[in-house]
């Protein structure tokens, strides 16, 4: 019998998990025709989330879970969830029900069908503010024009991956990390499937509009060089302007002298370039940035505990982490 491993990071969601577990059996019990593995991911929470799943655990053995050492974020919690994670496929699905895991099955048929990822996309985003879709709208597309493989609009990282695809995903350690991305740049054979996103059943949700400018800023620097592109672009069309005008002003001064004037046209000019220069910089700097947290090649995250055993990073290999390239 294959094994289905559901894979779900978990930032402080006590108020949550109870009810994710009945759904979530519930689930499991039409499915019978596989082994499950629920694979928590503690990703430093501060309420009682551990407890919990420890709870769960005590009288349901399918429950695994992974203490991450501290919060890492979710990019990095789904990695560790991947690197643990013993199934033939692996279903990424937020704690909080917002991903209805009644779609599981469906996408367990497509998976047998022959397909490695099979995506849920939102049809529609129920509980979301209108200003939250429309900035979704605006970075997506700046995302699809920019990058040269096609990426998935509007769906999140609830997904069924294949075996290949979880080794695939393995490989990328970068420390930046933009999952979503990475699910298009790997390949395979895709297959979407729609669905209807609810709202948060409770809790609260740990986005607000600052990380989602940085995941924005991430998903762009991290799957494309464009911005840089588009500076050189400027400044070739920058000089090249002042450089013929520069040609007129001298044939001007030339034929028909010059009474110096002109200290708005100079400011307008020097404050313009100096914003283009300094926007540059920071384009550089992003990218400078990325390398600089790259090439300290540190290990994505650390483990206090692997189910129920403390985790000494001296018996590192006994558990499946494994540096890339
Ligand atoms: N999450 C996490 N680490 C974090 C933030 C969030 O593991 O630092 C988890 C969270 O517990 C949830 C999922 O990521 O299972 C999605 O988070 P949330 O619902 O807050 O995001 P939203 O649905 O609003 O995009
Ligand atoms: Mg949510």
Known sequence: MRTISILIPCYNEQEVLHDLYDRLSMVMRKIDNYNFEVLFINDGSKDRTLDIIKSLRDFDKRISYVDLSRNFGKETAMIAGLDYAKGDAVVILDADLQDPPELISEMIDYWEQGYDDVFAKRR???????????????????????????????????????????????????????TKGMFSWIGYNKKEILFDRDPRIAGETKWNYLKLFDL???????????????????????????????????MKTLFWGESVQGYPS????????????????????????????ETKNRPLYFIDEYNDEKINLLGHDKHPVKKGN
Not at 266 to 283: A, C, E, K, T, Y
């Open 266 to 293: 100079l400011m307008v000019v020097i404050l313009f370039l100096g914003g283009i220069q300094l926007i540059s910089l920071g384009l550089l700097g992003e990218y400078i940035g990325r390398i600089f947290n």
């Open 124 to 178: 529609s985003r129920a509980g979301e503010t209108w200003l939250k879709k429309r900035t979704a709208k605006i970075f997506y597309s700046l995302l699809k024009k920019t990058t040269k493989f096609s990426v998935q609009e509007n769906t999140g990282d609830f997904r069924l991956l294949d075996r290949r695809c979880v080794e695939a995903l393995r490989q990328l350690r970068e420390s930046q990390r933009y």
């Open 216 to 250: 924005a800023i991430e998903g762009i620097t991290s799957f494309t060089k464009a911005p840089l592109r588009l500076s050189t672009l400027i400044g070739t069309a920058v000089s090249a302007f002042a450089f013929i005008y520069m040609i007129i002003i001298i």
